[in-house]
């Protein structure tokens, strides 16, 4: 039933997809159930010669458990969602692993500007290295990211990571994951910024050890 969503391919996408499976079935089955019921009501109470509309005034227990039982039950399973939703979020949001690659992403219309520390390990000095929408990252490793944006709110989504996060001007907000599958991903703005947002693409290259340490090397062959 969900075979549409991208393939998966970090270490915490597996926890989003069955918060995403636990809302879907959920919501699903109380559609089917809500909806097999009024087309019940629609056949057994349907007007029909000598029978009467009857007015009930909801005023009796009997009466106000159709709308009560209900309402508990949605309550119930809202709770329930809502108490699994808050681990992955804190799994992914309040809790970031050491970095072994840390990067700037910043968005601006109508691309993103990739940032890489050089061998140094530092922001701002001379071995800094400027990539525009490519962020190469080795698999198996965590990845910092920290997103800005140079003119309006953008969106850094990596569908395939299950990752997503505004890049708002005038703010740092740093975002980890970590891949578990080489290849090459798509990297999108999810929110509209300008005439320009649709052609707003970069790409999410993830390397093995070795790869990555040659691209490495290729890109500061001095150090």
């Given amino acids: 039933m969900l075979r549409w969503l991208p393939e998966s391919v970090s270490t915490f996408s597996g926890d989003i997809d069955a918060l995403i499976r636990l809302i879907y ?6 559609f089917v159930l809500t909806f097999a019921v009024i087309l019940i009501f629609l056949v057994r109470y349907r007007y029909r010669p000598g029978r009467r509309a009857v007015y009930l005034p909801g005023n009796t227990l009997a009466q106000s ?20 939703g808050e681990r992955v979020w804190e799994a992914v ?22 940032l890489y ?24 490793q965590v990845v910092h990211v920290t997103l800005g944006a140079e003119d309006v709110i ?7 990571l299950r990752l997503k996060q505004d890049a708002l001007p005038g703010r ?37 050890p070795e ?13």
Avoid at 176 to 193: I, K, M, N, R
């Fill in 93 to 114: 949001k309040l809790h970031q692993p050491p970095a072994a690659v840390q990067v700037r992403v910043t968005g601006k219309q109508f691309a993103w500007e990739v």
């Fill in 172 to 208: 740092q907000l740093t975002v980890w994951f970590e891949a578990t599958v080489p290849g090459t991903y798509p990297l999108v703005c999810a929110e509209l910024c300008g005439t320009g947002h649709t052609g707003m693409f970069g790409r999410l290259i993830v390397h093995t």
């Fill in 154 to 160: 953008h969106s850094f989504f990596l569908p395939h």
């Fill in 117 to 140: 520390p050089g061998p140094d390990g530092r922001f701002g000095t001379a071995d800094d290295r400027q990539l525009n929408g490519e962020l190469h990252v080795p698999v198996h």
């Fill in 25 to 30: 079935y959920t919501v699903g089955a109380w």
């Fill in 65 to 84: 458990a159709w709308v009560l039982v209900p309402g508990l039950v949605v309550l119930l399973l809202d709770i329930g969602i809502d108490i699994y």
């Fill in 211 to 223: 790869d990555y340490q040659a691209w490495v090397k290729a890109q500061w062959p001095s150090s």
